[in-house]
């Protein structure tokens, strides 16, 4: 495997992405489409939402590309499930698709997925491993992909943050697969990061272009798919996925836990993440974003020195991040608490 054309293909899929990003900003092209602010939008003035598409493409021309220099062989399975994601989310950024019709399409992505064999048979923890019933892998499995199609697009509301995410994960996933010599699992966690790279240039704060429901859903199943494709390989085990991820993952489940505490109508838009409140809280993007990247780096790094740490340095890695959450979303919620009593704008 050439080192000089695993750079190119970087290159080619950054530039394809920023490029096709760049074009789609503009009110010509066809894909032109505007997100208004809402309920839910940190923003005040319509900014275009089709770069979600610009990743899309330059994905797939990537992954293209590796099946012809590589010969390497591409799951039909992960395709026609990112078919079906992107299309309904497509149809749902031009014009609303109703809730229902948005889950059964995910749902079926799911099941695609778990037929393909992408079923978490066991659940790995620091020094156990607890083997399940088939019935209880594919019902969690398919909870845990459809979860992760929506909880991207829910934790898709700030400049840069989502394609930062994608940038942190499906890296460090791609160090992991070049650690344990899964060529295919490099190359396609290179490939996503590449295009989410590109992306970024526009998206970073201040936004030029958001990417979308297209882009947010595809690549929230795309994470939930590489995690369960990385543990059936053996290339790490499952709680290393779900660290890569927690910047995401447990700021969405716990927002979602404390709506449904307060008795809250969970579907409705709403702004109260802990990084939606940080930037309400006087932060901003940038400064909040920022902070979001270092959480994410400090993940990723975490994760590659776990993965062959001893089960008790890993018990205390994971338990040290859940301290570290606590702590981080307390800190938020007194922020906000704090600037509410003092009425500072």
């Known amino acids: ?45 319509p900014v275009p939402r089709g770069g979600g598409l610009a990743v899309l493409v330059a994905i797939i021309v990537g992954v293209s590309a590796t099946r012809f220099f590589y010969l390497v062989p591409i799951s039909g399975t992960i395709a026609l499930s990112v078919l079906i994601v992107a299309g309904v989310s497509f149809l749902d950024d031009r014009s609303s698709v109703s809730p ?72 460090t996933f791609a160090i992991l697969g070049w650690l344990a010599g899964n060529t295919e699992f490099m190359l396609m966690s290179l490939v996503t990061a590449s295009a ?66 307060r008795g809250e109508k969970i579907w409705q838009a ?10 309400q809280a006087g932060w901003g993007h940038r400064k909040t974003v920022l902070v979001e990247y270092g959480i994410m780096l400090g993940c990723g790094m975490t994760a590659l020195w776990g993965l062959r740490a001893s089960a008790n340095v890993q018990a205390a890695l994971i338990a040290g991040w859940a301290v570290f959450y606590f702590l981080f979303f307390f800190s938020v919620s007194r922020l906000v608490a704090r600037r509410e009593k003092t009425g500072t704008p």
């Not at 000089?4 to 950054?14: C, E, H, P, S, T």
């Not at 702004?271 to 930037?279: C, E, N, P, R």
């Open 100 to 171: 229902i019709y948005r889950l059964m399409a995910h749902a079926l992505a799911a099941t695609i997925i778990l037929y393909g064999g992408l079923v978490l048979r066991q659940l790995d923890f620091p020094g156990a491993t607890w083997v399940w019933p088939h019935i209880i892998g594919v019902v969690s499995s398919a909870a845990f992909i459809i979860w992760m199609i929506n909880l991207y697009n829910f934790m898709d509301g700030m400049d840069g943050f989502a394609g930062g995410m994608v940038v942190a994960g499906f890296g």
């Open 1 to 45: 495997m050439s080192f000089n054309v695993n750079l190119m293909l970087v290159a080619i899929v950054f530039a394809l992405s920023a490029l096709l990003t760049c074009l789609f900003c503009n009110p010509i092209t066809r894909v032109y489409m505007l997100d208004y602010p809402n309920e839910r939008s940190l923003h005040d003035q």
């Open 270 to 279: 709403h702004k109260s993440h802990y990084y939606q409140q940080l930037v």
């Open 196 to 261: 989410a790279g590109g992306f970024l240039i526009f998206n970073f704060p201040p936004a030029r272009i958001f990417m979308g429901d297209v882009g947010s859903s595809t690549l929230g199943l795309l994470a939930a798919t590489f995690s369960l494709w990385g543990a059936r390989e053996n290339i790490f085990p499952f709680w290393i996925a779900l660290l890569v991820f927690s910047p995401f993952i447990v700021d969405a489940t716990v927002t979602l836990l404390r709506r449904l505490l």
